[in-house]
């Protein structure tokens, strides 16, 4: 691997390249046995195992087919999770999560709606799919404190451009959020481009965040 030589990133890769759920698993409970935090297991092994995977996908070093089943390993390991990361405290506070219109991946997405749970506020996950003009549809329905798009693959970025400028004109005042691996490869003349939105590029920064946002609540 190009960004860590830890050997527990390093072994989850490896038995997702093979297609190993049950020892993904197993990696994922003895890293949380091991005390490290739900927050660390996703930002310091499942991102970087899947950033790995991403790399080797578009260097044409492993199919399109082992790429889709290491990214449902992953996310099949985030629903077994779930109860772990339910909050008793709550938060008068909504969000919607989604991803940019024809963005095909969700597992980034889906763990930073897991912080947002962890943290006590009312989730709402849409995921993969949804054309823009149902999600104003639906952000009208739930009447969200804030919206979050991931986009993960730079390929979409002027879908993400012309969402967010859909969605501004229909939400002028509405907290826009925005995250996901493609915006390592987005400039700053781009990104500020995006207008008034807030982009964070890891969890941990994202908890800083949803904590100023509750504090204020």
Same mark, same amino acid.
């Given at each position: 691997?190009?960004?860590?030589?830890?050997?527990?990133?390093?072994l989850f890769l490896n038995n997702l390249l093979r297609g190993d759920r049950?020892?993904?698993?197993?990696?994922?409970?003895?890293?949380?046995?091991?005390?490290?935090?739900?927050?660390?297991?996703?930002?310091?092994?499942?991102?970087?195992?899947?950033?790995?995977?991403?790399?080797?996908?578009?260097?044409?070093?492993?199919?399109?087919?082992?790429?889709? #089943?290491?990214?449902?390993?992953?996310?099949?390991? #985030?629903?077994?999770?779930?109860?772990?990361?339910?909050?008793?405290?709550?938060?008068?506070?909504?969000?919607?999560?989604?991803?940019?219109?024809?963005?095909?991946?969700?597992?980034?997405?889906?763990?930073?709606?897991?912080?947002?749970?962890?943290?006590?506020?009312?989730r709402y996950f849409l995921g993969t799919g949804i054309p823009t003009s149902?999600?104003?549809?639906?952000?009208?329905?739930?009447?969200?404190?804030?919206?979050?798009?991931?986009?993960?693959?730079?390929?979409?970025?002027?879908?993400?451009?012309?969402?967010?400028?859909?969605?501004?004109?229909?939400?002028?005042? #509405?907290?826009?959020?925005?995250?996901?691996?493609?915006?390592?490869?987005?400039?700053?003349?781009?990104?500020?481009?995006?207008?008034?939105?807030?982009?964070?590029?890891? #969890?941990?920064?994202?908890?800083?965040?949803?904590?100023?946002?509750?504090?204020?609540?």
């Amino acid at each position: 691997m190009e960004n860590t030589t830890d050997p527990t990133v390093q072994l989850f890769l490896n038995n997702l390249l093979r297609g190993d759920r049950v020892v993904c698993s197993e990696i994922t409970r003895q890293y949380l046995d091991e005390g490290h935090s739900i927050k660390e297991l996703y930002e310091n092994v499942f991102k970087l195992a899947l950033y790995e995977v991403g790399r080797l996908w578009e260097t044409n070093k492993i199919t399109v087919a082992t790429e889709h #089943l290491a990214t449902a390993i992953t996310e099949g390991i #985030l629903n077994e999770l779930f109860e772990q990361i339910v909050s008793g405290k709550r938060f008068n506070r909504k969000v919607v999560v989604a991803c940019v219109e024809k963005e095909q991946h969700q597992v980034g997405i889906k763990k930073g709606a897991d912080i947002f749970e962890m943290k006590g506020w009312e989730r709402y996950f849409l995921g993969t799919g949804i054309p823009t003009s149902e999600l104003i549809r639906y952000i009208h329905e739930v009447k969200p404190d804030l919206l979050a798009i991931s986009l993960s693959v730079y390929f979409n970025y002027a879908n993400l451009v012309k969402m967010v400028e859909t969605i501004r004109l229909e939400f002028p005042t #509405l907290h826009i959020l925005l995250g996901g691996q493609a915006f390592a490869h987005v400039s700053e003349a781009e990104s500020s481009s995006l207008g008034d939105v807030v982009i964070l590029p890891d #969890l941990y920064l994202l908890e800083k965040y949803i904590d100023t946002l509750s504090t204020n609540s």
